[in-house]
Each structure stands twice: as C-alpha cells, then as structure tokens.
C-alpha cells in the first residue's frame, strides 16, 4: 500500500546541517547506531560494500531494534529537530537505555555522505519502506520535501529498521574496514554482550595496547571521582612505550550515555614529549542531562563540550587538568626509573657511572632526567646516556674551563691544549665507534639467538646500510621498483610498460653506491634451511627489471649510475639455486661474513681510539 510522507523540514537545512555536521562518514554513520542505541537493539549489523577500485558505494545499517510504525516514521524520524528527550523523556521505549537522542537531527546524517538515504522499518507485522533522494529534495529548495512510501506485510516476529545509503559520495579519504571499525569503537562504551555492533561481520573492538603505564594498572578497571554539579565521573589514563598507533588519536575523550561527546584532547595543557603516547577515556554522564538549548552542554556536532559557554562544565575542566599532569609526573618518574634500569642492566655503563666524580654524577643525573622526557627509545637512549657518561668523565676538561674561565689571558693556552689533544675529532670518532659497535653486537646477537624475524633484519640494514658496504646509501627500502621509477620521472615509460604489474615487486633494498653503481639486494633471515628456489632466483626479476629501468633515456645519465648489481643475503642456499644466482652475476653474502666485515670496518675507528687515549695521558702527564 503507498502512503504519502513528508520531510519536515526546509530542504535548505537539510543541506545545510547535514552537510555541515555530519559531511564525514564515521560521525555521519555513528549516528544511526545511536538510534538503533535508542531502540534497544541487541545487535547492529554494518555491510561496507566497495566497488573494484576500492571506493565505499553502499552501506547498509541493519539493526534488530523495536522498529517504527508508519506514524512513528513520519512524527518522529521525519520531524527534524524534534528534541526526542523533551517529548518522550530520558528513557528508551521499555525504559531499558538512557538515550543518546537529543536535538532530533541525527538523521540528516545520511545526506551528508550518500545521495539515496533508503529506510525500511518492521513491527507489529508491518514493513514501512521510504526512499528520499538528494536530486529531488534540491528540486524542492525552501519547499518542504513530500514523497510516497509503502507500507506492506511482514513476518510477525520481525523488528527492526534498516538503513541503506546509496550511491555514496566522493569522500576526502578512503578508508579501510579496519580503519572504519577503530575509529569507530572509539566513539562508543556501549558494545558488549547487550550492543554489539558487527562491520563486515566482525565486532568493533579497541586492539591490545602496548602499555608503559597505566592509571589504574589493571586492564578494564577505572577510577572514579565526584565533581560538583556533574556527579561522578569514571576514567582511566595511560602511557604506550611507543606512539598511538593509527587510526587511534591520541588524547583524552569525554564518553556521556555510553557515546563520545569530547574528541581527544588534553584539557589545554601542553606536553609535548607525553602527548604522542598518551590516551584515556573519561564517563560523565552528568553532562547529558540536557533537554533544550538552556540545558545543553554538548555541541552539536559531538565533538566538543561547550566549555565557554556553561560554568557547570568547571569542575570537570579543572579536574580533567589535574588528572592529565598528575599522570605526567608518575610517566616521568617510572621512565627515569628505566633510564637507570639502562645502565644498571649494562655493566660497562654501570661501572663508568660508580667511576665518575660527584659532580659529574650530578651533572649526568640532571642530563638523564632530561632524556626522559623525550619519545626516544629504550635502544637509543642507552645509546645517549653513553655518550654523556664518556663527555662528563671528562671531569678535567671541566676543571680546566673553570680555572681560566675568568682570565682571558690563559683562553690561548687552553685552545692550545684542547687542539693538541683532539678533543672535538675523538669526541666525533668515539661517538660513531660505540654505535657501530654497538649496532655490531646486535647484529650478531640476533644471528646467535636466531629469534628476529625477517623484518628486523631489514629494519637494522636500513638503519645501517655500512654494515654491507661503508659506501652504500638506501634511497628505497621494501618499495617497489615502480614506485622507485615515479619518483625520478618515469612514470609514463613504466605504465607503458608494466602490462602484468610486475614493477609493483619488492626488493628488500635498492642501495646506491658513491661509485654510481645501484645495488639491488633481497635477504633471508639467518638459520633459514633450505630456501625454496622461487624465493633465492626472484632477485634476478629483480635486477633485470631495474636494468630495464635504468636503460630509459636520461636515466642513468640524471642518476650518473654506471651499472646494476645484484646481492643475495643469507644463511644456507641449496647449491643448484647458488649457481643459478651466480651465472647470472647476483652476488652470495653470507650473515656471518657481513658481520665479520663490519667488525673489519669499525676496527679503524678502534685504533683511532687507542691513539686517541695515548695522546691524552702524554697531554695530561705535561698539564
């Protein structure tokens, strides 16, 4: 049976609150789930649906909710800005929820990123069914929109509504499911056994973090405090050993009624070395007890509260500011209770740190509870720290400045003895030594234990390409060959020519060496048997596709490279595979010849050291 409905609303509104609040996907469809929210539904389904390309074309928000008879349709979901909480209160339909309705135009949501917003509502044995479309509501400007719907019948035990947007617009960013459902879990403490929400038929949920610290300790548990005219407040804070990941921001959010209203901030407070790796959650229900504009406190949007405009919103502010800093000092505190842990877990730094002077401990103590308040890693600020405790050995250099550091006379004399002693160069040379060394017994270390995995042998030969060869450097790292291409200009020859995409591969390194030869090299992780032959012969497609590269005119010439070698590193090769590699010129390193010759290369920098520490005891005998 065809019924008659109308929008109410001027078309101009819905275009611009609906364009202006929700034009993003995820806010846009996180206000459906909050109806289904609204309904009591148990469970609601989202189907992402994507063209060949990738682009989002259709999304489907099902839920099994009560649903809406054909009245409550036109009265309720088409009435725009009919403040929900006003007309029927507080509470959901059974009184089971506390709803997250509030203004009523939650459901322009859909034509902010869709051009067909489809509804198909079940109750009582009836299916309601209407269809509004961008096209004709702009047909309608300054009008009010009016179109025909169906009403038909329906399995009796069936309830719930669903949402259909169709034919989605051009978005910004296009984004994964994975993206979606972080995002997404992150705007919502409600899933659980009583609201689950499914995207693609998997479950939002937040992934395991990688906790440095967090505030209370135990996973799940929170915290909670009562403010003045807000009531109580629950929330957690916490620390990662690295930066959040993505899609997570990092920040503290506001959650009311089981839904964001504050995305992540720090309540103003700027810290800079904390803030990357800093997030928690905070639950006041009391700021949702609005019911019209006098009363609100959140925005329309739901991204912000309304700070400056409700004084009630005070002590959540101020509380919130406390929290965030009182969180700093305990993240402070325990990292320079692992900058120490540093150097009581390595004994060459431990017995340099017991040698030092006094005031040099000072001084390097007050230098450590600097580095703390850095993002480096546990790795790199051993790799400071010993260089700090090697420039405050140096006590009597100290004693030195601080003896003529008021007669201008004896500057001439020090200059003297600081040239003749080299400072500056064995500072520089002692520095690149204890890194390279440093960096060596990793490596060597990781072939003996054989517990890294394929990747962290490409991270350390990225970070440190002198391993192989001192003169190497590495534009491209794990890119493919085409990606290597476009960026020096050649890109039309390789579309021309990439009919199978076989310029998409990836060799592990492209390295480039002072002698204009580029080096191609595939490795395989240490104690690997019997490497099937696909795998060992795929760096001779590798080189043959950067030969073909490097032949295009102007190529070689612009780069000024000479030739293409190719490099196969590993463990055990079977030895018909070694041949192969061989007669087609890819020359075979094996892991414990590339860390014997990185020993070779750091050994002239040990001897530089030993020079260096005669020169001082015959300079400080003369002093």
Known sequence: MEIKFELKAPTHAVFDLGGHLYGQVIPSIAEFIANAYDAEANVVDITIERDPRGKVIKTIIKDDGHGMTTDECQEDFLYVGKRRRRSKGMMSKNNKRRVMGRKGIGKLAGFGIAEVMKIESFIEGKKTTFVMKTAEILDKRDTTYKFTGTVDDCDANRHGTIVTLDDMKELDRQWSDEYFRQRMAARFLAPGDDFIILVNSEQLRFDELDWFIRIPEEKGTWLTETLDHLGEVKYWIGFLNSDIPKPLEAGLTIYATERLVQEPWFFDITRYYAENRCIGQFICNGVDEGIDESTDMISSSRKTLMWENNSKLDPLYKFGQKTFESAVRDYDTKRQKAARKQIDRSPILKKRFDNLSPPAKKMYENFENTVTKTELSEDKVEKVLSSVIYGVENYKIQELISIVQNDPAAVDSLLEIFQSWKIAQA?????????????????????????????????????????????????????????????????????????????????????????????????????????????????????????????????????????????????????????????????????DRIADRAKLAVKEFQDEIDKYESNVETAEEET
């Open 427 to 591: 500072f520089a040379i002692l520095d690149i030594v204890r890194m390279r060394l440093d960096t060596v017994t990793q490596l060597e270390n990781m072939i003996f234990h054989g517990q890294a995995n394929e990747l962290d042998y490409q991270k350390l030969l990225e970070d440190h390409p002198w391993i192989i060869n001192p003169g190497w450097l590495i534009p491209s790292a794990n890119e493919s060959i085409k990606k290597l291409a476009i960026s020096r200009g050649f890109e039309k020859a390789i579309l021309e020519k990439d009919k199978l995409g076989n310029w998409k591969q990836r060799p592990d390194f492209i390295c480039v060496s002072h002698a204009g030869t580029i080096h191609v090299v595939e490795i395989k992780k240490p104690g690997r048997p019997n490497i099937p032959s696909d795998e060992a012969r795929k760096i001779l497609e590798y080189v043959v596709l950067v030969e073909e590269l490097a032949s295009e005119d102007g190529f070689t010439q612009e780069g000024n490279f000479s030739e293409i070698k190719g490099w196969f590193v590993c463990d055990k090769i079977r030895e018909m595979d070694e041949r192969v590699l061989q007669n087609g010129n890819i020359s075979i390193i094996k892991w």
